[in-house]
């Protein structure tokens, strides 16, 4: 339905975080980290078998920091430094351990303070990660009925708090493809057309961000940057304030669905922010809608 396409055209820069919900056991880890690394070669991918392996009590310190002596080593968080991290099943990890990625996101470091040192490491890390709708994988599926009752879906979800979901610039549901898509002939873009359009998206920010330090991409934007190269057109400030009402999304989502617009106006090698890029970047919130949690 697009997961691939929408993920790596619109997400692909350092900070950006997204997950994409799939529906009835459809798979597609595997074939998102084959075009993850067609963009980065560093990906740390963490699974909830590797979850299985070291024990809940032992993710924290492997998301944050290792100690294997006197003093921490860096911690998956930030052996994604400048790349990816891919958390798969993202319900199964501990809801105290995914809270600790909140200032990670937010910062773009990690400080580890102990009685007789202080440390810090870097973690600009684009977050990755992937979920069942619910505990048996049918909600909000076309044709097959969910056996999960409204308080099963609703703890499910709950189990990934409403400060980290604000962090997290996209979401995006997958439903199953149909036979008669599956069937089609039609020649799908290439992965090669769609790096290089990509790249082109990256160049017009390394421009417009060269004389800001520390500031490469849209991800990184303040709010004062925003205010300049992100404000959208009369047509869509409204769009995005109908949204910010019917569903009343905060402030942080505001800030990112701005940033989104602004890499989708990119991609297309527009220099404003138009009506429909405000509408394509609000479409990557699934998780912000009325219909979820039951």
Same mark, same amino acid.
């Given at each position: 339905?697009g997961?691939?396409?929408? %993920? +790596?055209n619109?997400?692909?820069?350092?900070?950006?975080? @997204?997950?994409?919900?799939? !529906?009835?056991?459809?798979?597609?880890?595997h074939?998102?980290?084959? #075009?993850?690394?067609?963009?980065?070669?560093?990906?740390?991918?963490?699974? #909830?078998?590797?979850v299985?392996?070291i024990?809940?009590?032992?993710? #924290?310190?492997?998301l944050?920091?290792?100690? &294997?002596?006197t003093?921490?080593q *860096?911690?998956?968080?930030?052996? $994604? /430094?400048?790349?990816?991290?891919?958390?798969?099943?993202?319900?199964?990890?501990k809801? &105290? +351990?995914?809270?600790?990625m909140?200032?990670?996101?937010?910062?773009?470091?990690?400080?580890?303070?102990?009685a007789? @040192?202080a440390i810090?490491? =870097?973690?600009?890390?684009?977050?990755?990660s992937?979920?069942n *709708?619910?505990?048996?994988?049918? /909600?909000? /599926?076309?044709?097959?009925?969910?056996?999960?009752? *409204?308080?099963?879906?609703?703890? #499910?979800?709950?189990?990934?708090?409403?400060?980290?979901?604000?962090?997290?610039?996209?979401?995006?549901?997958?439903?199953?493809? *149909?036979?008669?898509?599956?069937?089609?002939?039609? %020649? =799908?873009?290439?992965?090669?057309?769609?790096?290089?359009r +990509?790249?082109n998206?990256?160049?017009?920010?390394?421009?417009?961000?060269?004389?800001s330090?520390?500031?490469?991409?849209? $991800?990184?934007?303040?709010?004062?940057q925003?205010? &300049?190269?992100? %404000?959208?057109?009369v047509?869509?400030?409204?769009?995005?304030? !109908?949204?910010?009402?019917?569903?009343?999304?905060s402030?942080?989502?505001?800030?990112?669905i701005?940033?989104?617009?602004? %890499?989708?106006?990119?991609?297309?090698?527009?220099e404003? +922010?138009?009506?429909?890029?405000i509408?394509?970047?609000i479409?990557?919130?699934?998780?912000?809608?009325?219909?979820?949690?039951?």
């Open positions: 339905m997961l691939i396409f929408f %993920t +790596v619109k997400s692909m820069e350092r900070g950006r975080s @997204f997950s994409y919900f799939s !529906n009835g056991g459809v798979n597609f880890s074939l998102l980290l084959f #075009y993850l690394r067609i963009f980065s070669p560093n990906i740390v991918h963490i699974s #909830y078998s590797f299985n392996k024990g809940f009590d032992n993710q #924290y310190s492997h944050l920091c290792k100690y &294997t002596g003093f921490p *860096p911690g998956e968080i930030s052996l $994604a /430094h400048n790349g990816v991290l891919f958390l798969d099943e993202l319900p199964e990890f809801r &105290t +351990v995914l809270e600790v909140r200032q990670p996101l937010e910062d773009r470091k990690i400080c580890i303070s102990r007789k @040192f810090e490491y =870097p973690a600009s890390f684009m977050l990755v992937s979920m *709708p619910c505990p048996c994988g049918y /909600h909000n /599926h076309p044709e097959r009925e969910c056996v999960c009752s *409204p308080g099963m879906v609703q703890k #499910y979800l709950g189990r990934i708090s409403g400060p980290l979901l604000d962090r997290i610039d996209i979401h995006i549901e997958i439903v199953p493809v *149909p036979f008669d898509k599956l069937a089609e002939e039609s %020649t =799908p873009e290439s992965s090669s057309a769609i790096r290089e +990509v790249i998206a990256r160049l017009i920010q390394e421009e417009r961000f060269k004389e330090q520390g500031v490469y991409c849209n $991800a990184q934007m303040s709010s004062k925003l205010r &300049t190269y992100a %404000t959208p057109d047509a869509g400030s409204a769009l995005l304030k !109908n949204a910010m009402q019917r569903l009343n999304l402030a942080r989502a505001y800030d990112r701005l940033k989104v617009s602004r %890499t989708i106006a990119d991609l297309g090698a527009c404003k +922010v138009e009506v429909q890029h509408a394509e970047a479409n990557y919130r699934n998780l912000d809608r009325d219909g979820w949690g039951g």
